[in-house]
């Protein structure tokens, strides 16, 4: 059985970062195509970022050069690095196995001053 768990997320200031972490069992992520998604209230879900097996990224517009996706496959974790966050950047966080139906839990992230 699959399960991804996050974590990582919290309350932050504007400019400051966070790491989310997403350990997985249950599945090999090294051989997986990942991504990061988010929801605010209110909002539909929405991709923030990809990494493939092979190591390739891509990012949402407005988190480019901001966020970094990453993976150890030596831990089966796959993070995502958050600087510069924005107050709209708050949301709950997701990672996801793209193209099959499993999710994690969520993690908060919350940027206010």
């Known amino acids: 059985q699959v399960q991804l768990v996050e974590s990582g997320g919290g309350s932050v200031q504007p400019g400051g970062s966070l790491r989310l972490s997403c350990a997985a069992s249950?599945?090999?992520?090294?051989?997986?195509?990942m991504g990061w998604y988010r929801q605010a209230p209110g909002k539909q879900r929405e991709f923030v970022a990809s990494?493939?097996?092979?190591?390739?990224?891509n990012y949402a517009d407005s988190v480019k050069g901001r966020f970094t996706i990453s993976r150890d496959n030596a831990k089966n974790t796959v993070y995502l690095q958050m600087n510069s966050l924005k107050p709209e950047d708050t949301a709950v966080y997701y990672c996801?196995?793209?193209?099959?139906?499993?999710w994690g839990q969520g993690t908060q992230v919350s940027v206010s001053s």
């Open positions: 996801h196995i793209v193209g099959q139906p499993d």
């Open positions: 249950g599945v090999i992520l090294s051989v997986k195509y």
């Open positions: 990494i493939t097996s092979g190591g390739s990224t």
